[in-house]
């Protein structure tokens, strides 16, 4: 039997117990002295008070699991989870991009979303399908609809073809634009040098050409074979 069912039957026995109660007082008011009526009126007290308990700690347990079902229809329908993720995405016939994460959260609504919660590392190629550049981050999330990727905590983009790597806590990707931009503070670490970047970047998804802003100092790394 559903907790519905029985916390209608309840109720039913509920208002019969009450009745029956009141009947029986009205009857005895004729015959029994008052103190007789009273105690039975508080001998049958408590049974109501205990079956008017079980009938409201049923309705609770009723009104908690609608609302679990409820809350699970709406993940169920709006939340995919996949682990293990990887997504290519080709130009022309070509591929060009490769995303690779652990785990995916892929909303439905209000906007379009993918969610990557433990990470992801986004590999870029030319058209020899060749390594150009890499993307990693501990956090990320693409909207597919704007075709916008935001990636957070420990950013890295590597770039094969100059050597060199960008750091930073934030960045954003703009796919139809081929382009990868960022306002927070920036570390380029190249062959020879440390440059640091206050207001950000902007640059080609593939990291050949980019123009930092902001620049404040830079750092010359020492060969140590030199000495």
Known sequence: MEIAQLVLLL?????????????????LL????????????RRHLYGVAALLAVVIFLSACENDLKKVAELSAQVDTNLEVTHQVELVYSDQGKVRVKIEAPLVHSYKQPDIRQEFPKGVKVTFFNDSLKVISVLTSKYAVRY????QTIVRDSVQVKSMLKNETLQTEEMLWDERKHQITSDKFVTVLTETQQIFAQKGFESNENFTDY????????RFKVNKNEF
Do not use: E
């Open 11 to 27: 109720r039913r026995l509920l208002v019969a117990y009450m009745l029956s109660v009141f009947n029986k007082i009205l009857s």
């Open 30 to 41: 004729k015959k029994s002295p008052f103190y007789i009526v009273s105690l039975i009126y």
């Open 144 to 147: 597919v609809q704007k075709q």
């Open 211 to 218: 123009k930092l802003k902001g620049v404040q100092n830079s």
